[in-house]
């Protein structure tokens, strides 16, 4: 439904309100409408009948001299005051406001509807719409109408073009300029600790080791296990026995219904309001339909196949035997803070040479164990204050002397980056 009534507009030479818009000339002062007039919406404004119409023109929007700036209507050729040709004179702006009762409602809202104070254009051609919303508040400008509760794609959120154009600018700038810092900080990070790097001296402050010899006795062992025995295994013992473990048996297949939650797509009617604003002293209200589509859910019944199926208990083979092997006695550790480790001495029962072993002979193991070394800087910012340790194997821990000097990498923040070579 659409319903367009005549608004009204004041007079800025002698301040007669409420001057309705079909009339071109201040019943006050005679003066003509000016540019940069505010229009505004009445209380039951007067609709525009096809008489009126014509007074108001064919409906596109007022312009204004480039002369003298009175405003004419968009089928006059030549000013109404001054008689100057139409020619490239601009033409009032025509906007459109979301939402119903929207609009201005005197010069005073107008005005703050069009913060630049420029409520005529020459960039629009004729019949051009803006669309604004009402209640500004700073420079972001949000209208929902909630009578109508529009659906999310039929709202919009306007920023003014320049504030939208200098906020776009901003946020682009700055995350170039944050992704530049966040680069260079990364490369001078990686330069730090693996390029500028330098040398330092040290040496062998003390020695430690730790390594043990382990003894093992050839004895008779009683095991049992599942499923079957290993090689060399005898006196055999089988017992068929549960395993304590179940194994699931299909018994077939059924068809269940169970109930789930099913989806849809609807048409939800709305309807939706603006009012514009003609630019000739007229403003269309109309209502239309903004509905969408919708996902609706419900409740629904479902079918599925679900097996059968019960557990049994799992049998099985469980055989103890006796098998001959090497069993651990007792361990000897040794340890030192010199450079010449040694194993314990252990005293052996019938000594296992080679070939097969015989029960009750014993041998010995030697383990290597851990092998460290304590160096010493002058550089009291390397490790705890100028002293680290590392680990070696046996035969590069051996090459190392007291009375020699080693070098080591480190980077600019005192972090070891190689360890000292024998």
């Known amino acids: 439904m659409e319903v367009k009534r005549l608004g009204a507009w004041d007079c800025r030479y002698c301040g007669t309100k409420k001057i309705l818009g079909n009339i071109y000339e201040c019943p006050g002062c005679s003066h003509p409408r000016h540019k940069g007039v505010r229009f505004y919406q009445i209380p039951d404004g007067p609709i525009v009948t096809p008489e009126i119409q014509k007074q108001l023109g064919s409906g596109g929007p ?3 001299c480039e002369h003298c700036g009175c405003g004419n209507r968009d089928t006059d050729t030549k000013c109404i005051d001054c008689g ?3 020619g490239s004179s601009p033409s009032h702006e025509v906007k459109r406001y979301q939402g119903k009762d929207s609009g201005p409602k005197s010069t005073e809202e107008a005005e703050a509807l069009d913060p630049d104070g420029e409520s005529w254009v020459t960039s629009l051609p004729v019949n051009e719409t803006t669309e604004i919303y009402t209640d500004f508040e700073d420079d972001f400008i949000p209208q929902e109408d909630t009578e109508t509760q529009e659906s999310s794609y039929e ?3 306007y920023y003014p073009l320049p504030v939208k154009k200098k906020l776009l600018d901003w946020k682009k700038y700055g995350l170039i300029a944050l992704a530049v810092v966040v680069t260079f900080s990364l490369l001078f990070l990686g330069y730090q600790l693996f390029f500028n790097k330098h040398e330092e001296s040290v040496t062998v402050e003390q020695f430690s080791w730790q390594q043990s010899v382990i003894l093992e006795e050839y004895t008779a062992v009683r095991e049992s296990c599942w499923s079957s025995s290993p090689p060399g295994a005898y006196d055999i ?3 068929y026995r549960d395993t304590g473990r179940d194994k699931r048996v299909s018994d ?5 219904t169970y109930m789930d939650t099913c989806s849809r797509s609807v048409y939800v009617s709305r309807t939706c309001s603006e ?3 003609n630019g000739d002293g007229s403003f269309t209200s109309r209502s239309y339909e903004c509905g969408s589509t919708e996902t609706e859910y419900y409740s629904c019944q479902q079918t599925r196949q679900v097996e059968l199926y019960h557990y049994e208990d799992i049998w099985d083979n469980y055989y103890t035997y006796t098998i001959d092997k090497w069993v651990f006695v007792k361990e000897y550790p040794t340890s030192g803070t010199n450079h010449t480790p040694f194993f314990a001495e252990v005293e052996v029962t019938n000594a ?5 072993p015989t029960l009750g002979q014993q041998r010995t193991i030697e383990v290597p164990g851990k092998y460290q070394i304590l160096f010493k800087t002058d550089n009291e910012k390397i490790g705890e204050e100028g002293y680290f340790e590392r680990d070696y194997p046996y035969t590069e821990w051996i090459q190392f002397s007291e009375d020699k000097t080693y070098t080591i990498m480190v980077n600019v923040f005192n972090k070891i980056l190689s360890k000292p070579e024998p």
Do not use: L
Request: glycine share 8%; no cysteine; charged share 30%.
């Open 62 to 64: 007022n312009w204004y």
């Open 84 to 86: 100057a040709p139409k």
């Open 155 to 157: 709202r919009d959120y």
């Open 237 to 239: 013992d089988v017992d």
């Open 252 to 256: 077939g297949w059924t068809t269940e």
């Open 275 to 277: 009012t514009v604003d």
């Open 352 to 356: 296992y040479v080679s070939g097969i």
